[in-house]
């Protein structure tokens, strides 16, 4: 039996992952040979309907599933940074999907890290219990050197998302509005929201009137209280809180991504998918997925609004996914224990 620990996986993008991992194993021969461990708060897809077990989101709730089932599986996948609170003798692979995590140590003395470094900590002391860490992307790799949790030879490349999910029946980008612009993403701090906004006041200073479809929700009410402001200004922002990514990405011509850190960076790829021109930072995890339209500095406002008058004054080249789809060389992996590197 195969254990995919998916507890403290219950929002976000490590749900979409996790989720997309499970529909993928329940389509496989050897579906039963897999077992989950989930969260709570997860949306369970309907497909899995047994072999699996929800506890509380607890490490001594996990401690004590470990050390009751030990000796079932063969090999474990943990999803959610954490390696096993116990060392196993099989193989034993841990998904590292959390960028932030690994900046802590470098940041512990922020206040906005204490939180974060002291789950850094927690995935330091059990690292003796991972054989190797699974990454989607090349820099991620690099950033758990960093921190020295493991040399290169125990991390592992693998990319996986839904791949078409977003494709197929979207708006043609001809008959899009042409001066319309997206961005779906929490109001998180790295996701860079506020410089974001800077750019669209510094635009509208400018003459420029792009309109921006953005989803800032209610844990960031500084930033809902100036968008109040900036539409009182008559710049053109528009939230929607909430919305399914393809509302808008089927929709608007460009993505615009301010965001200064990701591990992964999905959301350029499902925008990719629809049919839009992608703007993107000048960072690694951008080229790690995609080739974009167009890249700006994300750090400074000048330098996003530039990007938007180009593309809305120029013809942009559409961008191109970089990225492979690995999931069945994941599964594989876990049904052999071996890396086979």
């Not at 096993?84 to 995590?101: A, D, E, F, G, R």
């Not at 699974?134 to 996986?160: G, S, Y």
């Not at 996003?304 to 593309?311: P, Q, T």
Request: some cysteine; overall charge positive.
């Amino acid at each position: 039996m195969i254990l995919i620990d998916g507890l403290f996986i219950n929002k976000g993008g490590g749900a979409v992952l996790l989720q997309y991992l499970i529909e993928r194993i329940a389509l496989h021969p050897k579906k039963d040979d897999f077992y989950f461990l989930l969260d709570p708060r997860f949306d369970i897809p309907k497909v899995l309907t047994k072999n699996y077990k929800v506890i509380p989101n607890k490490m001594s709730e996990r401690s004590k599933f470990y050390k009751a089932t030990k000796a079932n599986y063969t090999a474990v996948f943990c999803f959610a940074n954490t390696p096993p609170p116990i060392k196993l003798k099989v193989p034993v692979y841990t998904y590292s999907h959390n960028q932030k995590l690994l900046e802590a140590p470098h940041r512990r003395f922020e206040r906005a890290y204490w939180k974060l470094y002291a789950k850094y900590l927690v995935i330091k002391l059990f690292n003796k219990h991972t054989d190797y860490y699974i990454v989607q992307t090349p820099h991620m790799i690099e950033e758990l050197m960093k921190v020295k949790l493991k040399d290169a030879a125990h991390c592992l490349t693998i990319p996986f998302y839904d791949t078409g999910k977003y494709a197929g029946a979207h708006t043609p980008f001809d008959a899009r509005p042409t001066d319309d612009f997206a961005f779906v993403s929490t109001p998180s701090p790295q996701k860079n929201y506020p410089t974001l906004l800077d750019a669209w006041e510094h635009l509208h200073s400018l003459g420029h009137t792009p309109g921006l479809h953005i989803t800032i929700d209610d844990t960031a009410p500084h930033l809902l209280a100036r968008l109040e402001e900036m539409k009182a200004k008559g710049v053109k922002v528009y939230n929607y809180s909430y919305i399914d990514p393809r509302e808008l990405y089927f929709k608007y011509r460009y993505l615009v991504c301010p965001s200064v850190m990701e591990s992964f960076g999905l959301p350029l790829i499902e925008s990719v998918e629809s049919g839009m021109k992608v703007l993107a930072p000048d960072l690694p995890y951008v080229y790690d997925v995609i080739k974009p339209s167009i890249v700006f500095d994300p750090w400074n406002k000048a330098s996003i609004a530039d990007a938007v008058i180009k593309a809305l004054s120029s013809t942009l080249p559409f961008p191109e996914i970089k990225a492979k789809n690995e999931v069945d060389k994941l599964i594989q992996l876990l049904l052999d224990g071996t890396t086979n590197h």
